[in-house]
């Protein structure tokens, strides 16, 4: 199944609208309304880091920037979408805060405090990280968990879409960007963008995108690499069961001439009693 390119909610869709420079206002909207700033306060301000996936040679090729890195006063922030989020992906995010924390120190200078806050927007939940539509966390002493470390240097936010899905019409504005990243079509996303030129605007850009030819080209690409690597990886897990078994039917001939009883063997190969009696024709 092809997944759903006309949504927030992919990855490379929301990292290369939110990205975009022609949609500057529209991050600066959206952050000024998660980190709860007067509208307007992040006006040209935003320092945005971020490198064209769809650009890239393949799929699987490593960058130094895959997020959406924003730098201004004295924050970075990093923004991520995870269609799926489980045990892996939360590692991976707070692997990215580190690593955000620890490009930004500069050798032989004087430590200064930087506050980097992380936000996740996931759906299809599979790990546990809180039933609220907002769940925050800080890095915490295992032996004092009392103790937060640098409770204002490092946040990581879950904003879970799978329960945004289950509001209704809400005229806050934070709540309507989280509807609107949510949508799962163009057709749901115009609907929450009426009458708002920001959101409509936005909207009209994301449909063009996702519809223009070489946008099109390129995700038909990296989904046939996507495809290609997963078949590529069963055949690996096949050939691999396949060998284990030829292995232990090796073990299991050499096992007859012991002094081990068929039973015992069973237990040491994970061979059936009736394969090894087959062995012995």
């Given amino acids: 199944m092809y997944p759903n390119y006309n949504t927030l909610m992919h990855d490379i869709i929301f990292k290369e609208s939110f990205a975009n420079e022609h949609n500057r206002r529209q991050l600066e909207s959206l952050l000024e309304n998660l980190l709860g700033y007067e509208k307007g306060y992040l006006k040209n301000k935003l320092k945005v880091s971020y490198e064209n996936q769809i650009t890239k040679a393949n799929a699987f090729e490593k960058a130094s920037r895959t997020d959406i890195i924003i730098d201004f006063d004295d924050m970075v922030v990093d923004l991520e979408a995870y269609t799926y989020l489980d045990e892996e992906s939360v590692n991976k995010s707070t692997f990215y805060v580190m690593k955000i924390s620890a490009s930004r120190l500069i050798l032989g200078r004087e430590y200064e405090p930087l506050k980097v806050v992380q936000y996740n927007f996931v759906d299809k939940v599979r790990f546990e990280v809180g039933p609220k539509i907002v769940n925050t966390f800080h890095l915490v002493h295992k032996d004092y968990p009392k103790i937060k470390i640098a409770e204002n240097m490092f946040q990581i936010n879950y904003i879970r879409v799978d329960k945004v899905r289950e509001l209704g019409y809400n ?92 039973q015992e063997i069973s237990e040491h190969t994970g061979l059936s009693i009736q394969e090894i009696e087959n062995l012995q024709n």
Wanted: charged share 40%; glycine share 4%; net charge negative.
């Fill in 171 to 262: 005229e806050n504005e934070l709540i309507k960007w989280f509807r609107f990243i949510a949508a799962q079509s163009y057709e749901e996303r115009r609907q929450i963008a009426e009458g708002d030129e920001l959101f409509m605007d936005f909207n009209k850009w994301i449909d063009e995108y996702v519809n223009d030819d070489v946008t099109k080209e390129a995700m038909a690409k990296w989904n046939k690499e996507i495809e290609d690597n997963k078949n590529i990886k069963i055949a690996r897990e096949l050939g691999h069961e396949e060998g284990r078994e030829q292995r232990n039917i090796e073990i299991a001939k050499s096992l007859l001439n012991s002094s081990l009883s068929i």
